[in-house]
Each structure stands twice: as structure tokens, then as C-alpha cells.
């Protein structure tokens, strides 16, 4: 998969009912939509805004957004926020151990000190150009977010999803299962393509991306082994 500076919504699918996995141009998010409200899973990067928008219309037909769930802090996931809840009002909930970061008041994010050594890596420089291009130097954090309540059932827009610690990639990354339709919303704890990654399939990110890359494999092969499952990752195709 090849990074894009492109800003077009690659495709949506409808995974199960009022389930739709949004690719966008570089970075993925998933729609829930129920009978008077939508729910959003990531955000996508500052100037994927109006995509986001768009799919929220095309598939939610004009229904209020009423969640945002974040599976993690990088601007990837959590760009457009801010644009929306100026838009929308949702309430916006993340792992407990996660909040910190998305309000920035730390940072776990890779950055020059690491994507530097690595720039002749296949696909690195192309990546950082695509990340820049869309809003990477922004101010992405969020200050309105409170924890969600996990490994417990939790419905949202009519959906029934369970918020499961995947540590590793960030401290608080979160999956999210929706057990009645056998889908898991894997976030960056496990994915199916990257513009550094020549490899398709079930796979890791870089090490140079994870804040611990022994917890960020554990994540992995745990996520990977839940049986029966349709994967969504945050980047590469959708895993049946």
C-alpha cells in the first residue's frame, strides 16, 4: 500500500449491519449506525475532516454523531476530532491510560529522532511526506475526553462493543469487539498494510511506531488468535 497525499475516501463497506469500515486515504475508521445516532472509531489525520464528514452523511444519513471512541492517541486517529465536536457534540471516550495522550500532556508518537536513521527504509520518506501533507505538525490534542469502561459490554448507537486493553503501540491502546457480529476494530495493534510495509496480511507495525514493542507483540498475537473474527484494522485492508 502506497502513502497517498490524495484526500479521497479509498472505499466503505458494510461489515454487518450499521457496520461500516471507512479506508481513507492512508489511515482507517469504522461507523456505527444505529436507529438515532452514529458512533465513530478513530478520526483519521487534521485534514481528513471533510472525509470523515462525508462518510458520516453517506452511511448515517444525517443522524447525530453521539460517540467517538479512540483506540489510540497518535494524529492519525484522533486528527479530526477537534473538527467534529465543533461541528457535532459527542462525547469522546478513550482508555484510561491513553488520556494523557491524547490530551498531550504526554507524547507517545514517533518522531524525527526515530524516523530519521530509518528515512532510506522502503516507503519512509514517502510516509513522512503523506503525514505532513495531512496536518501532521497540527495541535491534535483533546482535551474533552473521558475513560470508557473495559472488558465489559457497553452499547453504542445500538451496537454492543467491548473496549479490550492491546497495550503496546501506546500504553493505552484499546481494541474494540463487537461480539454480536464477530468483528474486532483492532486500531494499530494490528494491521494489514502500511506505505512502510511491503507485506499484506495480519501484521505489526515498525518497532519505530510502538512505546514498547515487546507489549505491542503480545497485543498482536493476542488479538490475532481471537477465533472467528472480521478484523478492521487502522491501516490496510479490512481481514476477513
Do not use: C
Request: hydrophobic share 40%; glycine share 10%; proline share 7%.
Amino acid at each position: 500500500m502506497n502513502a497517498r497525499t490524495t484526500r479521497s475516501i479509498r472505499s466503505i463497506t458494510e461489515v454487518a449491519s450499521g457496520v461500516h469500515f471507512v479506508e481513507g486515504p492512508s489511515v482507517n475508521w469504522t461507523v456505527l449506525v444505529g436507529d438515532d445516532s452514529v458512533t465513530l472509531v478513530d478520526a483519521g489525520y487534521p485534514r481528513d475532516l471533510e472525509l470523515v464528514l462525508a462518510s458520516l452523511e453517506r452511511v448515517g444519513n444525517g443522524k447525530p454523531l453521539e460517540t467517538v471512541l479512540i483506540t489510540h492517541g497518535h494524529l492519525d486517529h484522533i486528527g479530526s476530532i477537534r473538527g467534529l465536536t465543533a461541528r457535532h457534540a459527542p462525547q469522546v471516550l478513550a482508555a484510561q491510560a491513553e488520556i494523557t495522550n491524547i490530551r498531550r500532556e504526554v507524547l507517545h508518537q514517533v518522531g524525527l529522532r526515530e524516523v530519521l536513521p530509518r528515512l532510506h527504509r522502503y516507503g519512509v520518506a514517502a510516509w513522512v511526506v503523506h503525514a505532513l501533507a495531512s496536518g501532521g505538525l497540527g495541535d491534535v490534542a483533546v482535551q474533552a475526553v473521558q475513560p470508557i469502561t473495559e472488558n465489559q459490554p457497553l452499547v453504542f448507537s445500538g451496537h454492543t462493543v467491548v473496549a479490550l486493553p492491546a497495550p503496546g503501540h501506546t500504553p493505552g491502546h484499546t481494541a474494540y469487539e463487537l461480539p454480536d457480529v464477530g468483528i474486532l476494530i483492532t486500531g494499530d495493534a494490528l494491521v494489514s498494510g502500511h506505505p512502510t510495509s511491503r507485506r499484506e496480511g495480519i501484521q505489526s507495525l515498525d518497532d519505530m511506531f510502538h512505546t514498547d514493542p515487546r507489549l505491542a507483540a503480545a497485543s498482536l498475537n493476542r488479538l490475532a488468535g481471537m477465533p472467528d473474527r472480521t478484523f478492521l484494522p487502522g491501516h490496510g485492508p479490512l481481514l476477513d
